[in-house]
Structure formats: structure tokens, C-alpha cells
């Protein structure tokens, strides 16, 4: 995957940054593209936190250490938003980004969010129906099945309800058949061996080549 760097100028003082980030605020706006990522990520490993006021929302990734070029493609889509470049964080092993806050954040925190807890909305099918949506949320959360028969989401995050959301979602939107596996005290999404080629022939084109091993028989 070829990486486009940015070149960031090192400022001294905080007010330069706010200048920036008001700026930068005025200007953005959200595209159909960033919104569909959006949906993906947060159903899977991004997350959105307050900005110090608490008045709008910023995304943040994370991801260990081996998947620093999923990172750096996850900040393509997003680099208008974001001040600094992924960096390497030694005390996790991990690589992360912070885009600015923005209030066209604001209504994805208030689609997903109950207080700091993620939600799946009660209108998942209208929001969920893209497959691009689809595919950041396989590359954020999806692992192989149970003897490499089938895939699964692992949305052990959500309760037993929502996850019965996101099935009926992925069936009526995609057509993807799946059940419901306990995990201790958890359930995640196995998507049924039968539905398999049909979530490769929706997604494949989109996951990147080192996800792939996440699709039984790749």
C-alpha cells in the first residue's frame, strides 16, 4: 500500500493549534465516503471521545503494532481532519490518530453512543447499507470461523439485543445469513459458511490484502 505523507509544521504555542482547528472546522464537512467509514469503524475498533469543552466529538484510531499500514489507510480517508500523522505508541504498541473535533461528529456519537457505552441505533438498516461500511467493520472486527468454515464479527461489545440488530441488519441489507455464538458471557456474529462467497463478492474488492486472511479459504 503506498503512503502518501504529510508534511506537519511543528507550532510552539496552543493558539496556534486553535487557530488551525477552528479553521479547519469551518471548513469540513463530512463526505459520503467519511460517513460510511464511519459507521463501519465505530460498529467495530474506533471510537469517538468529547473534545475538552465537551461540546463536539473527535474519532480515534488504534490499532496494534502489526497492523500500522491498516492505520495509515484508515488516515487517507480522514487526513483533512487530522493535525499530526499516526505515531507509534510505545506503552501499547500500538499506532493512533485523533482527527479534530467537529459537531458533524456530534450525531454519529448520538446514533452509537449511550453516555460512554456503544449502541447499535434502533434504525442500524437504514444507517448500515453500505458495503464499504461493511468492509471497515470486517477489517476492524472480523476473524476466522471455527475451523476456518465461516467468519465472525467479534461484537462481543454488544449485548445480546443488538447484536440480534446487526443480524437482522446483514440479512435484510446484504443477504448474509448468520448466527449467534456465546462467548463466556458475550455474543459475536458468525456469518454461516452458505454466505460466505457472498460476503467475499461484497467486500473483497475493498479489504486490503493483509485483511484477506481474515475470509476462510483465502
Request: aromatic share 12%; net charge positive.
Amino acid at each position: 500500500m503506498k503512503v502518501i505523507p504529510r508534511e506537519v509544521v511543528k507550532r510552539k504555542h496552543a493558539a496556534s493549534w486553535s487557530k488551525e482547528i477552528r479553521e479547519m472546522r469551518h471548513k469540513l464537512q463530512l463526505t459520503s465516503l467519511q460517513k460510511s467509514f464511519l459507521v463501519g469503524t465505530i460498529l467495530g475498533d474506533g471510537c469517538l471521545t468529547a473534545n475538552v469543552g465537551k461540546k463536539n466529538f473527535r474519532l480515534q484510531v488504534e490499532q496494534s503494532a502489526k497492523q500500522k499500514d491498516y492505520v495509515w489507510w484508515k488516515y487517507q480517508i480522514f487526513r483533512e481532519w487530522v493535525l499530526m500523522e499516526p505515531k507509534f505508541q510505545p506503552k501499547n504498541r500500538s499506532w493512533r490518530f485523533r482527527t479534530i473535533s467537529h459537531p458533524d461528529l456530534n450525531e454519529f456519537h448520538q446514533l452509537f453512543y449511550q453516555g460512554k457505552k456503544k449502541i447499535v441505533p434502533k434504525n442500524i438498516g437504514e444507517i448500515l447499507t453500505d458495503p464499504f461500511s461493511l468492509a471497515v467493520w470486517f477489517m476492524d472486527d472480523g476473524a476466522l470461523g471455527p475451523k476456518r468454515k465461516g467468519s465472525t464479527f467479534n461484537s462481543q461489545n454488544f449485548d445480546f439485543a443488538d447484536n440480534q440488530k446487526l443480524r437482522n441488519c446483514l440479512k435484510a441489507n446484504f443477504g448474509l445469513e448468520t448466527s449467534l455464538h456465546k462467548d463466556k458471557t458475550s455474543w459475536r456474529i458468525y456469518v454461516l459458511p452458505k454466505s460466505i462467497t457472498l460476503l467475499r463478492t461484497l467486500i473483497m474488492d475493498i479489504v486490503l490484502p493483509e485483511m484477506r486472511y481474515k475470509f476462510p479459504f483465502y
